[in-house]
């Protein structure tokens, strides 16, 4: 391999043109032979027996060169890459431009990581919302434990709103029976908005063996296209009328829904527990504000390619989340009404607040000097196995320990500068 020419464009681009010669090329020519000769058939010869001489005199001198090329180039580009000592980040367009028996030209356009010019980032002001915890803020908290504790007990009298219903449904359309409109048994909370608008209101006011013809319209943005903005019917019997009876809030419910003994007690953690979720949230919120003058205060050209590629690895982990939870990523996407071009544009605000981000602190860890030990390093790497439930040894096998040294440098750049900034109370709101 021969790096031939190294020419710097605008905006952080940088072309190279590798040469790659005979002793390279036939090796990957020959490794891509003895891959697919066992699938070429040649008059004469069973599969996988024919001498490369014959293939190449019967498909031409040609046959392997466009697998060897791919074979050997990526190879080749990444060893120039080092040579050069470029740092690349993003994928490369690559332009294959002379190919012959003796080797072949290639030109690499490659981004390169822009040149930063920061502005201040140390002793940066901003402001940091102040925390207070109310004994209304306290009774939501409680809610979700009430609601849990909540028992349904039978009534005899009228539906009303907050009542659960057990009813049989069928909906008619045009005076036919339309699919998955019909169910027995099925439980209703009036008011829950869970059936379509005008349904529940009028269950309100049915009782136990009352039957009822209910008269709604489907909205015009429903799912099902044949019902969308239709008129229809349901016929509804009423089974039973549930009213919700609430717990008795005293030590005996703390007792049944927490660990603690008195209700006292129970809500003086819940308070502790949102005071500490909240003073989380203002400091990340202070954190972001500083970082957001980091960002503002520095002068950088960004490369589109550069946000490309971070927009790509968010896209794709995305994806993996929800392949892994066994929903096809093409399934997921028609579900949600999108289509991957959609989700990558979507992506690119968040990938250009990460690359500016990572630039910034990029720039700081130049300009102080940080760096990371081996055993800050290893120190790391032992909590992160921990966290993902593997061994040092196989986390190493995954892990690039000098990428992760430059997190780990970015890391204390960004607590430099939020240990510099100054908070600036804010009222709770």
């Known amino acids: 391999m021969n790096v031939k020419s190294v020419e710097k464009q605008e905006k952080s681009i940088v072309e190279l043109v590798i040469e790659v010669g005979h002793d390279e090329f036939e090796a990957a020519i020959e490794k891509v032979y003895k891959k697919q000769r066992g699938r070429i058939t040649v008059p004469g010869?069973?599969?996988?027996?024919?001498?490369?001489?014959?293939?190449?005199?019967?498909?031409?001198?040609?046959?392997?060169?466009?697998?060897?090329?791919?074979?050997?180039?990526?190879?080749?580009?990444?060893?120039?890459?080092?040579?050069?000592?470029?740092?690349?980040?993003?994928w490369p367009e690559v332009e294959i431009q002379e190919v012959g028996k003796d080797g072949f030209t290639f030109k690499a356009k490659?981004?390169?990581?822009?040149e930063v010019k920061l502005g201040q980032y140390k002793d940066l002001t901003a402001e940091k919302e102040a925390v207070n915890v109310t004994d209304e803020d306290v009774d939501n908290e409680l809610k979700p434990f009430i609601n849990r504790a909540t028992e349904l007990v039978s009534v005899e009298r009228e539906a009303q709103?907050?009542?659960?219903?057990?009813?049989?449904?069928?909906?008619?359309?045009?005076?036919?029976?339309?699919?998955?409109?019909?169910?027995?048994?099925?439980?209703?909370?009036?008011?829950s908005g869970s059936f379509i608008p005008g349904f529940e209101d009028q269950v309100v006011g049915m009782k136990a063996g009352d039957e009822k013809d209910i008269n709604v319209t489907f909205p015009e943005d429903y799912h099902a296209t044949e019902l969308a903005g239709a008129p229809v019917v349901f016929k509804v019997k009423v089974h039973e009328v549930k009213e919700k009876k609430l717990p008795t809030l005293d030590d005996?419910?703390?007792?049944?829904?927490?660990?603690?003994?008195?209700?006292?007690?129970?809500?003086?953690?819940?308070?502790?527990?949102?005071?500490?979720?909240?003073?989380?949230?203002?400091?990340?919120?202070?954190?972001?504000?500083?970082?957001?003058?980091?960002?503002?205060?520095?002068?950088?050209?960004?490369?589109?390619?550069?946000?490309d590629y971070e927009a790509d690895k968010l896209v794709n982990n995305y994806a993996q989340r929800v392949t892994s939870q066994g929903i096809p990523?093409?399934?997921?996407?028609?579900?949600?009404?999108?289509?991957?071009?959609?989700?990558?544009?979507?992506?690119?605000?968040?990938?250009?607040k990460q690359v500016q981000s990572d630039?910034?602190?990029?720039?700081?860890?130049?300009?102080?000097?940080?760096?990371?030990?081996?055993?800050?390093?290893?120190?790391?790497?032992?909590?992160?196995?921990?966290?993902?439930?593997?061994?040092?040894?196989?986390?190493?096998?995954v892990l690039v320990v000098e990428d992760l040294k430059k997190d780990l440098c970015r890391e204390k750049a960004a607590e430099l500068v939020f240990s510099t900034g100054v908070a600036q109370e804010k009222a709770a709101q």
């Open 45 to 90: 010869f069973r599969k996988g027996k024919a001498p490369r001489k014959v293939i190449e005199g019967m498909y031409g001198s040609g046959v392997f060169y466009e697998d060897a090329i791919n074979e050997i180039y990526p190879e080749a580009y990444a060893t120039a890459v080092e040579q050069e000592k470029l740092d690349v980040v993003a």
């Open 110 to 114: 490659v981004t390169v990581r822009p």
């Open 161 to 191: 709103n907050g009542d659960t219903v057990v009813i049989d449904f069928e909906g008619f359309k045009d005076g036919v029976p339309f699919d998955g409109g019909k169910a027995e048994g099925h439980s209703l909370e009036l008011g």
């Open 252 to 307: 005996e419910f703390a007792k049944d829904v927490s660990e603690f003994d008195t209700l006292d007690a129970f809500r003086a953690n819940l308070a502790e527990k949102l005071k500490e979720r909240r003073e989380e949230s203002a400091k990340n919120a202070f954190h972001n504000a500083l970082m957001e003058q980091v960002v503002s205060n520095m002068e950088v050209e960004i490369p589109e390619a550069m946000v």
């Open 329 to 352: 990523f093409d399934q997921y996407l028609a579900m949600m009404g999108m289509t991957m071009d959609q989700l990558k544009e979507q992506a690119k605000e968040r990938a250009l």
């Open 359 to 397: 630039l910034a602190l990029s720039a700081i860890v130049a300009a102080e000097g940080i760096t990371v030990t081996d055993e800050e390093a290893d120190a790391k790497i032992k909590e992160l196995a921990l966290e993902y439930g593997m061994t040092e040894e196989e986390l190493r096998k």
